[in-house]
Every structure is written in structure tokens, then in C-alpha cells.
């Protein structure tokens, strides 16, 4: 079946690394997502990797993948308060059909 | 292009009522997807088109649910009968799908929450 599941919630300071956790079910994903939502906007493409990578840098994003154990990570390198948002991990299940995860709150401390 | 919009932003609706949302993609576009969130929950696919063709519909979509895109342009969701459980946000969502190496992308409106009463 198609299942996402990611943590619901991380409290960090500012400045410090947030490492964010999913797993996915599906091993046929082309795409592994990680998408962002602010407070009253819609989602937005925060970045995404290749299924037959490991890991991906991005400025301070870094997303790692462990296709054996269908495990995505993201990391955000020094916190900033702006990145408070619900990150949503999601996978595309073929044919570019995405599923997403419930999402994980992002609170950063100043 | 401004982006994926959606009409109306919210709509308050007794139950039993029908209500239609639209949706308008990016003009370049070719995929259009419908969304539902239920509050501390992602995005729960429900439907998608490539152009005009609806390819796949969940089986959340109950037959009170219909959606078109009848000229492969803007796409409309509408609910029938509506019951408490169907007050969400429906999001819009709109991607490119070429023969060239694409990532998927999908291109969210704001949403259209429903609150039926």
C-alpha cells in the first residue's frame, strides 16, 4: 500500500541542526519530496531527490536517503526562526501521483 | 502566471447543500490534481487529469464527489449533499508532465476550505 509516516513534531533552538525523519512504503518511487507549509499558504517544493541517490545537499538543507530501510531525512543546518513551518515529507508512487505525510511542526526557539 | 488560484478561498455551507469550487492551474500545465486536508493532516490525494482525462480517482472520492476539466484548462470539484465530515481544505495542485527528465513538482493553490455546518 502507499503509506508515509514522518515524526509530528520538533522543538529546536536557533542555530541549532533540525533533522527531520520519514519513512515510505512504496520502493517503486521515482521522486522522494519535502515540502514546506507556512501559517495560511499553500505548499511549496522545498526540495526533492532522485531515488538512486543517497543524498542531496542544498545551501543548508541536506536530505538523505536510505532506499533499503525506504528512510528520507532532512536536515536544516543552522535554524533560523523563519523556518518554522510543517515540513510534509512525500513520495511519488508512479505515474507522478504524490502522497504525502502528515507533516512535521518545525518550532524554532529564538 | 501568478500561479495555481483557487475560488472561492472559503465557503460556509449548510449540510445537504452542493457546493463547486474551482480551480485554475498554471497555463502551461498539463497535470491538475484535487487535494483534501483535514486539519494536522497532509495532503489526502483525490484525483487527478492529464489534460481533459481524469486518470485516476481515490476511493475517498465518493459518487457525491465529481470533478471535471473539461477543456484541459480549469478544473471544478463538485460535492453534493455535503455532510460535516466533507468541511476541509481542498487544494489545487498543477504540474508539467513532458517526454524530457521532470522531478514532479506539484504547484499548490491556497485552497478552498469548506465548513459545513
Known amino acids: 500500500g502507499e503509506d508515509v509516516e514522518q515524526s509530528l513534531f520538533l522543538s529546536v533552538r536557533e542555530g541549532d541542526s533540525s533533522v527531520i525523519n520519514c519513512t515510505y512504503t512504496d520502493s517503486s518511487s521515482t521522486y522522494l519530496y519535502w515540502y514546506k507549509q507556512e501559517p495560511g499558504a499553500g505548499l511549496q517544493l522545498l526540495t526533492y531527490i532522485f531515488s538512486n541517490m543517497d543524498m542531496k545537499q542544498d545551501q543548508r538543507l541536506t536530505v538523505l536517503l536510505n532506499k533499503k530501510d525506504k528512510h528520507l531525512s532532512l536536515r536544516i543546518a543552522d535554524t533560523q526562526t523563519g523556518d518554522s513551518a510543517i515540513y510534509f515529507c512525500?513520495?511519488?508512487?508512479?505515474?507522478?501521483?504524490?502522497?504525502f505525510g502528515a507533516g512535521t511542526r518545525l518550532f524554532v526557539k529564538a | 502566471d501568478t500561479g495555481v488560484s483557487q475560488d472561492p478561498r472559503h465557503k460556509i455551507t449548510k449540510r445537504g447543500q452542493n457546493v463547486t469550487f474551482r480551480c485554475d492551474p498554471i497555463s502551461e500545465h498539463n497535470r491538475l490534481y484535487w487535494y483534501r486536508q483535514t486539519l494536522g493532516q497532509g495532503p489526502e490525494f483525490l484525483t487527478y487529469f492529464q489534460n481533459e482525462a481524469q486518470l485516476e480517482k481515490s476511493r475517498l472520492l465518493s459518487d457525491r464527489f465529481s470533478a471535471e476539466r473539461p477543456k484541459g484548462s480549469f478544473s471544478t470539484l463538485e460535492i453534493q449533499r455535503t455532510e460535516q465530515g466533507d468541511s476541509a481544505m481542498y487544494l489545487c495542485?498543477?504540474?508539467?508532465?513532458?517526454?524530457?527528465?521532470?522531478?514532479?513538482?506539484?504547484?499548490f493553490g491556497e485552497g478552498s476550505r469548506l465548513t459545513v455546518l
Open positions: 495542485a498543477s504540474s508539467l508532465l513532458t517526454g524530457r527528465l521532470i522531478t514532479g513538482e506539484l504547484f
Open positions: 512525500a513520495e511519488d508512487t508512479g505515474g507522478f501521483k504524490t502522497i
